[in-house]
């Protein structure tokens, strides 16, 4: 069945159905895309554990090389590669359901790639304008924090640390959720990456316990998704008789549990991009028949 947009604002449960109808009317032009960023992820998954563990070492010792190995110049570069990646697939992905959302046929898959490549400059504006903006937010309290170490042993030291981190996390959260929906306004109102952030922030105005538990309910569903498949590729090497304790095969089973973990992208990339869109649609048509609302009640004023 074609998808159909929302006309008019929809319950919470409404918004969690049009998000799944977004999601299942995409997939078949969007698991190819996602495919790639698996793909990606599963290539980094091989660059970030030492190649081969030092002989005779401890299997502590293996576990102690993996992370340490996250540190390495190799891996930074790999993570930097990744990020311009999943860039490219998360516009790709806008671009699809995006199109659909407009009442449009989806893009080929070369099509919907060089659409999506075309927007990564904005999206990576955006992105380094909302690191900068949770920056912002942490210096303050880091600040604080190193101001209050020599006191750490006074006895009020402890609520007032504790309240701090709530105060820290409370704003965290609330400029996290009025700045999510970001990549949905550059895909859906043709916007800049800075202008598409101002964007987020005014639609979610009034509606941030709305798209919070949206949102929420949805990174529930990914998350069983993610976990779901761990499970089976957990119980797969179990299987496939990959076990054992010596440091090789640990370091073997971190690579390819994580490797073949990443095909979880191929459902939680097209499900995080649909709720953007969802969401957005919904605080869209509130914000619209608010807008109209007030200018009906200015002109009866008159």
Not at 35 to 60: C, D, K, M, Q, S
Request: hydrophobic share 55%; glycine share 8%; charged share 10%.
């Amino acid at each position: 069945m074609k998808y159909v947009a929302p006309s008019a604002p929809l319950t919470v449960g409404g918004v969690l159905d049009n998000w799944i109808r977004l999601f299942s009317s995409s997939f078949s032009a969007c698991w190819p895309l996602a495919l790639l960023a698996a793909a990606a992820g599963a290539l980094v998954e091989f660059t970030i554990t030492p190649a081969l563990p030092t002989p005779g070492a401890r299997p502590l010792q293996s576990y102690l090389n993996y992370w340490s190995a996250l540190r390495g110049p190799t891996t930074a570069l790999s993570d930097i590669a990744l990020l311009l990646i999943t860039l490219l697939i998360y516009s790709a992905l806008l671009t699809q359901q995006a199109a659909l959302a407009r009442g449009e046929e989806p893009f080929p898959f070369a099509d919907a790639l060089a659409k999506g490549l075309r927007r990564v400059p904005q999206m990576l504006l955006g992105f380094v304008l909302l690191v900068l903006i949770i920056t912002a937010i942490c210096v303050p309290f880091g600040i604080v924090t190193a101001v209050m170490i020599p006191f750490r042993h006074t006895p009020a030291i402890i609520p007032l640390a504790a309240l701090g981190i709530i105060a820290f996390l409370v704003v965290i959260i609330y400029v996290t959720v009025r700045l999510q929906l970001w990549m949905a306004v550059i895909f859906s109102e043709n916007r800049g990456g800075a202008s598409a952030l101002g964007r987020s922030w005014d639609l979610v105005k009034g509606n941030w316990w709305r798209v919070t538990g949206i949102a929420f309910v949805a990174g529930v569903v990914m998350w069983v998704v993610t976990m779901a498949f761990a499970m089976v590729v957990g119980i797969g090497i179990g299987i496939a008789g990959i076990r054992g304790t010596t440091p090789d095969q640990l370091v073997r089973r971190i690579q390819l549990i994580g490797a073949v973990g990443q095909v979880a992208r191929l459902l939680t990339m097209p499900l995080l991009t649909a709720v953007w869109l969802a969401i957005y649609q919904d605080v869209r048509l509130r914000r619209e028949g608010a807008d109209l609302a007030a200018r009906a009640e200015a002109l009866s004023g008159k």
